[in-house]
């Protein structure tokens, strides 16, 4: 049945096209099918045609439906939804192993800062739509009140007005109180990781990761001397708890680092009782669960998915966040959340940067307080669900039709699978001489696999620059597998 929910807070457009999306995945539209025209589904859904005009347009970009002249809109090729149901195939780690590849990460970043880049490589979601105005105005409203104050230090462990946002903010995710007093302010998400890390581990020890992980986590066990193991990972559901267990009886296992509630490069939350499986393996085998949640708040639905925190009781769990995916990089504000740890927490904190910029502390805690955080999030997810189809089908349209995708349920990123012949730092190398970023597979994995992979993000402002350079690694991907 055609309908869509006046009463909801997603946009009416954005409902138009969910609905006509899920009648072409279950076949009551297909392939060359005529959509009804702008007047005839706004009178049976009762939007307006603006609406329904903007939804068909949008569609149309995504590549699910193709516009004809003096005919109307039709479905096209099923292609794109046999793309974006296919899963990517993963591959266990025997064992431990020092984190290598470093010089590709190297090169990788290099590469995003040239002039003139197109930066698919970099994970960036709030600048796809930015909050400059908004933190602009919250800026200002700081500066008249807090005057001289606001040049000052911060307390180690934070401004106390926005630990307060944070414990607040917390108190519905978490479904018990937040001491505003376990929090502690770093100098964003990558701090918090280190701190986390170094505080419970050592060098020589094993820290069991996501297989693909996030490149920040590899650099950080490396620096430290540590080891990693990688952890099957399912593209659907998160880390496979039964190789997690697999994992734990065979090494000795001294910290977990994993993002359940959604991962990079995957894009996937793990389900709750999954996580909360995931809280009594952590609690009865007494190891450390360290939760990166920097895109927790970034799913495309709006659920806030609890971290494993929650469902543990041990107390034996750190939860990591960050404002800079989600509000503004620039500001590098992160925190760390954790009642069993804090003292351990501020001396590293103390002895690392003393404290973080005071200043922007205080602009977030206004941001948060005015409520202008959460209507930026309802904005920003709706963007990036557009912009993640919008990716899915420039791939679907212009790369091989071996190439496999992930289906992301929030955040900035598409994690690809190139044809079996393709090696993705090559592409990364011949891309960046072409003026475009991407992350080569490899940088995701301690012993370099994933080398026919690739993540591209959809985190920017959309513009002809993405189409096009998407078109030309489609092209490039033909010519590197022998297209």
Not at 5 to 15: H, I, N, T
Not at 289 to 301: P, T
Not at 392 to 419: D, I, K, M, Q, Y
Request: proline residues 6%; glycine residues 8%.
């Amino acid at each position: 049945m055609l309908a869509v929910d006046k009463s909801s807070s997603d946009f009416l457009y954005r409902q138009v096209i969910d609905l006509i999306a899920a009648n072409i995945e279950t076949g009551t539209l297909r392939p060359g099918d005529r959509l009804p025209s702008l007047r005839r589904m706004s009178k049976r859904i009762g939007v307006s045609v603006p609406t329904v005009r903007q939804a068909y347009v949008e569609l149309e970009r995504q590549r699910r439906v193709e516009s004809r002249p003096q005919s109307g809109f039709y479905v096209r090729g099923a292609r794109l939804n046999e793309l974006v149901r296919a899963a990517p195939k993963f591959r266990r780690n025997a064992k431990p192993s020092p984190v290598r590849g470093r010089s590709l990460m190297d090169r990788v970043y290099d590469g995003l800062y040239q002039p003139d880049v197109v930066p698919l490589g970099i994970a960036n979601p709030c600048m796809a739509k930015p909050a400059a105005k908004a933190l602009h105005r919250a800026m200002k409203r700081v500066m008249a009140r807090a005057e001289e104050r606001s040049l000052a230090y911060a307390p180690t462990n934070g401004e106390p007005g926005l630990r307060r946002q944070i414990a607040y903010r917390l108190l519905d995710t978490l479904g018990s109180r937040v001491e505003p007093d376990d929090i502690c302010i770093t100098n964003g998400g990558q701090e918090a990781l280190l701190l986390a890390l170094r505080c419970v581990a050592q060098k020589g020890d094993v820290i069991a990761v996501e297989s693909p992980t996030y490149h920040g986590l590899l650099e950080l066990i490396d620096s430290l001397g540590m080891l990693a193991i990688e952890v099957e990972t399912c593209p659907q559901e998160g880390v496979m708890l039964d190789a997690l267990q697999k994992t734990l009886d065979t090494h000795p296992v001294r910290v977990c680092m994993f993002s359940t509630t959604l991962c990079n490069p995957l894009g996937v939350s793990m389900p709750e009782e999954k996580r909360r499986q995931l809280a009594e393996i952590i609690d009865a085998r007494d190891i450390v669960l360290i939760e990166d949640d920097v895109y927790g708040e970034l799913l495309f639905d709006g659920h806030r998915p609890k971290p494993v925190e929650v469902y543990s009781r041990s107390g034996r769990v750190m939860t990591c966040g960050s404002f800079s995916k989600t509000a503004a990089p620039g500001y590098r504000i992160g925190w760390l959340l954790t009642a069993h740890y804090q003292e351990q927490i501020r001396r590293l904190k103390r002895s690392y940067s003393c404290s973080s910029g005071l200043l922007q502390q205080l602009t977030l805690a206004e941001f948060l307080a005015s409520g202008d955080y959460e209507r930026y999030l309802k904005s920003l997810r709706p963007v990036l669900q557009t912009n993640a189809g919008r990716m899915r089908s420039l791939v679907a349209e212009h790369f091989p039709r071996e190439t496999r995708t992930s289906n992301p349920v929030g955040g900035s990123v598409l994690w690809l699978e190139l044809p079996a012949m393709v090696d993705s730092e090559q592409l990364f190398d011949q891309a960046i001489a072409a003026g475009i970023s991407i992350a080569p597979g490899p940088i995701f994995s301690p012993c370099q696999r994933y080398r026919n992979f690739a993540r591209l993000s959809f985190g920017h402002q959309w513009s002809d620059d993405i189409d096009n350079a998407v078109a030309w690694l489609g092209r490039k991907v033909h010519e590197l597998a022998g297209a």
